[in-house]
């Protein structure tokens, strides 16, 4: 058989292979599918979207990130988008929608550039020049965070409520929040530190949201086991406990033969002693609280009640580690070895009253560092999506006070970052030139889409923004609760550094790993390489397509 004359065959039947430009149109376009979905989202003035699952459950939120994790998306390039998303809001909490978008529009300016013949390598190659210049400005930029400015890290939180449900009492969880994270921050080595894990958020659905509060201590979604026992507790000495305080089901059934009634009540009374000596023992370590992260029974209730043990059961595992940090007590598995060294201490567990459902407040606790926000609004929904924005408020505290930088919002930095850009071009010249300016006019689209999505005109807005750039006035962004171009930090519209900086690390490495791809090979049966047009899972056209 003469060479050539036949295929060679090297991938498996049914195998869906799309090559070269068609490989790269089709996950440029998936991009874009992506960033359209969550772009009329972006700022104070942005859209919220309504997300129903196949359970019917119902998620109303404005968050990027809560968008993406719960629309189901099959392209692969897609997915890779949806990445970014995940990777920002795990870095710093916040800035999730802007890094998608902005990886969607650096998209969609290679593909101009990849339909004027330019090498995707020189695209990629400009891209990440663009990226480390529009870093450097974006450092330059940076103002300083004074340490112990309580203001603007305020400031920096309601900034960063302003575009969530949470935003009519974002004065009051501004507060919350400061005071939270401040709490909490630890120094070492002259750097601070904040872990967000030290700071527990419970939610009870009803009363509005301005009862939402800080507490300092922990709060249990649970009431006390039994109506006998004290309400409140001074002084509390608390045990810790993940075992049962029943009487152990044997493995095997075991059947026992009764021939007479006193037989029954030897076997009722030997069930009882033992858990009698089980409630012994904790009283014998001197407890007068106990949390038990596993079942409690009825007779065991009674015994604990009878001693006036305040005994909450089945605690969540994660809030029996708080526990334990907040109030120094062990978590003990077995009772026999617990004594009064493992208890820990709080000044006062109190069982308190919200509508029809009771939770257990443990307060003035040993470490002072435990704090606790109680979210409080009238449904599920708003308390879920008050959540969200109290999780991006408390991350971008955190980073603020970690870093100590900030840039103004409102899409001033990135006019800053193009500007520089544009001036920056021309001395690398040639092709990738082409690609830096790509950069510069993708990064507006911050600005753009905020003029957008307040009902105002993007182009005129972006006029008279560069105009006050080029006069040095080069915190100028869109104003958009005031409908007009204005300066930021008046507006306080600010943000921590490490925000911006994320986002242009993640877009553009996400812009250029999705460039280089020349080839997509799926297996048969797997989700990847849909037909040209049609983003496996989502229309080009966004959202409309979803179920
Ligand atoms: N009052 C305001 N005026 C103008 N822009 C604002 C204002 N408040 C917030 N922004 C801007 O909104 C953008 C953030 O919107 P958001 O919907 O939270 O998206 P992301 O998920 O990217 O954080 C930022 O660019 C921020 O500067
Ligand atoms: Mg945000």
């Given at each position: 058989?003469?060479?050539?004359?036949?295929?060679i065959?090297?991938?498996k039947?049914?195998?869906?292979?799309?090559?070269?430009?068609?490989?790269?149109?089709?996950?440029?376009?998936?991009?874009?599918?992506?960033s359209?979905a969550?772009?009329?989202t972006?700022?104070?003035?942005?859209?919220?979207?309504?997300?129903v699952d196949?359970?019917?459950?119902?998620?109303?939120?404005?968050?990027?990130?809560?968008?993406?994790?719960?629309?189901?998306?099959?392209?692969?390039?897609?997915?890779?988008?949806?990445?970014?998303?995940?990777?920002?809001?795990?870095?710093?909490?916040?800035g999730?929608?802007?890094?998608?978008?902005?990886?969607?529009?650096?998209?969609?300016?290679?593909?101009?550039?990849?339909?004027?013949?330019?090498?995707?390598?020189?695209?990629?190659?400009?891209?990440?020049?663009?990226?480390?210049?529009?870093?450097?400005?974006?450092?330059?930029?940076?103002?300083?965070?004074?340490?112990?400015d309580?203001?603007?890290?305020?400031?920096?939180?309601m900034?960063?409520?302003?575009?969530?449900?949470?935003?009519?009492?974002?004065?009051?969880?501004?507060d919350?929040?400061?005071?939270?994270?401040i709490?909490?921050?630890?120094?070492?080595?002259?750097?601070?530190?904040v872990?967000?894990?030290?700071?527990?958020?419970?939610?009870?659905?009803?009363?509005?949201?301005a009862n939402?509060k800080?507490?300092?201590?922990?709060?249990l979604?649970?009431?006390?086991?039994?109506?006998g026992?004290?309400?409140?507790?001074?002084?509390?000495?608390?045990?810790?406990?993940?075992?049962?305080?029943?009487?152990?089901?044997?493995?095997?059934?075991?059947?026992?033969?009764?021939?007479?009634?006193?037989?029954l009540?030897?076997?009722?009374?030997?069930?009882?002693?033992?858990?009698?000596?089980?409630?012994?023992?904790?009283?014998?370590?001197?407890?007068?609280?106990?949390?038990?992260?596993?079942?409690?029974?009825d007779?065991?209730?009674?015994?604990?009640?009878?001693?006036?043990?305040?005994?909450v059961?089945?605690?969540?595992?994660?809030?029996?580690?708080?526990?334990?940090?907040?109030?120094?007590?062990?978590?003990?598995?077995?009772?026999?070895g617990l004594?009064?060294?493992?208890?820990?201490?709080?000044?006062?567990?109190?069982?308190?009253?919200?509508?029809?459902?009771?939770?257990?407040?443990?307060?003035?606790?040993?470490?002072?560092?435990?704090v606790?926000i109680?979210?409080?609004?009238?449904?599920?929904?708003?308390?879920?999506?008050l959540?969200?924005?109290?999780?991006?408020?408390?991350?971008?505290?955190?980073?603020?006070?970690?870093?100590?930088?900030?840039t103004?919002?409102?899409?001033?930095?990135?006019?800053?970052?193009?500007m520089?850009?544009r001036d920056?071009?021309?001395?690398?010249?040639?092709?990738?030139?082409?690609?830096?300016?790509?950069?510069?006019?993708?990064?507006?689209?911050?600005p753009?889409?905020?003029?957008?999505?307040?009902?105002?005109?993007?182009i005129?807005?972006?006029?008279?923004?560069?105009?006050?750039?080029?006069?040095?006035?080069?915190?100028?962004?869109?104003?958009v609760?005031?409908?007009?171009?204005?300066?930021?930090l008046?507006n306080?519209?600010?943000?921590?550094?490490?925000?911006?900086?994320?986002?242009i690390?993640a877009?553009?490495?996400?812009?250029?790993?999705?460039?280089?791809?020349?080839?997509?090979?799926?297996a048969?049966?797997g989700?990847?390489?849909?037909?040209?047009?049609?983003?496996?899972?989502?229309?080009?056209?966004?959202?409309?397509?979803?179920?």
């Amino acid at each position: 058989m003469i060479a050539g004359q036949q295929p060679i065959i090297i991938l498996k039947e049914g195998t869906k292979r799309e090559r070269g430009k068609g490989a790269q149109a089709n996950n440029i376009m998936a991009a874009l599918a992506i960033s359209d979905a969550v772009k009329s989202t972006l700022g104070p003035k942005g859209m919220d979207k309504m997300l129903v699952d196949s359970m019917g459950d119902v998620v109303v939120t404005n968050d990027g990130a809560t968008i993406l994790k719960e629309i189901d998306v099959e392209h692969p390039a897609a997915k890779m988008i949806v990445e970014v998303a995940k990777s920002q809001d795990e870095e710093c909490g916040d800035g999730t929608t802007t890094a998608v978008i902005l990886t969607g529009e650096l998209l969609k300016g290679a593909g101009e550039l990849l339909d004027q013949n330019i090498h995707p390598t020189v695209i990629c190659g400009g891209f990440k020049i663009a990226a480390e210049k529009a870093i450097e400005t974006l450092n330059k930029i940076a103002m300083p965070i004074k340490p112990g400015d309580k203001k603007t890290l305020k400031d920096i939180a309601m900034t960063s409520m302003a575009s969530k449900g949470a935003s009519s009492s974002k004065e009051l969880l501004a507060d919350i929040v400061v005071d939270a994270v401040i709490n909490i921050a630890e120094k070492i080595n002259d750097k601070t530190y904040v872990d967000l894990d030290n700071i527990q958020i419970q939610k009870k659905q009803g009363g509005g949201i301005a009862n939402t509060k800080i507490i300092s201590g922990i709060i249990l979604d649970k009431e006390r086991v039994h109506e006998g026992m004290p309400k409140h507790i001074k002084n509390a000495k608390i045990a810790l406990i993940n075992s049962a305080l029943e009487v152990k089901k044997t493995e095997v059934d075991a059947r026992i033969q009764i021939q007479d009634p006193t037989q029954l009540q030897a076997f009722l009374d030997e069930e009882e002693g033992m858990i009698r000596k089980m409630v012994e023992k904790v009283k014998k370590s001197e407890a007068n609280v106990l949390i038990c992260q596993k079942g409690v029974d009825d007779i065991a209730q009674h015994f604990l009640a009878k001693e006036g043990i305040y005994t909450v059961r089945r605690a969540k595992k994660s809030d029996m580690e708080k526990l334990s940090k907040a109030t120094g007590a062990k978590i003990v598995a077995n009772l026999d070895g617990l004594t009064s060294k493992d208890l820990g201490s709080a000044g006062n567990v109190e069982e308190k009253k919200f509508g029809d459902d009771k939770m257990t407040f443990v307060t003035d606790c040993k470490n002072p560092k435990a704090v606790s926000i109680l979210i409080r609004g009238t449904t599920e929904h708003v308390v879920d999506e008050l959540e969200r924005g109290l999780h991006d408020a408390l991350s971008v505290v955190k980073v603020a006070l970690e870093d100590g930088k900030m840039t103004a919002g409102g899409g001033s930095a990135s006019i800053a970052i193009a500007m520089a850009l544009r001036d920056y071009a021309p001395s690398v010249g040639g092709r990738e030139q082409m690609a830096i300016e790509a950069f510069a006019n993708a990064i507006e689209i911050v600005p753009k889409t905020l003029s957008e999505n307040a009902g105002l005109d993007p182009i005129d807005m972006m006029l008279e923004i560069r105009s006050e750039h080029k006069k040095g006035n080069r915190y100028t962004g869109i104003d958009v609760l005031g409908g007009k171009v204005d300066d930021m930090l008046k507006n306080k519209v600010i943000e921590p550094l490490r925000v911006s900086l994320q986002e242009i690390q993640a877009a553009s490495e996400a812009a250029v790993m999705i460039l280089r791809i020349d080839d997509v090979i799926a297996a048969k049966g797997g989700g990847g390489a849909p037909p040209m047009g049609g983003p496996g899972g989502m229309p080009p056209g966004g959202m409309e397509g979803m179920e």
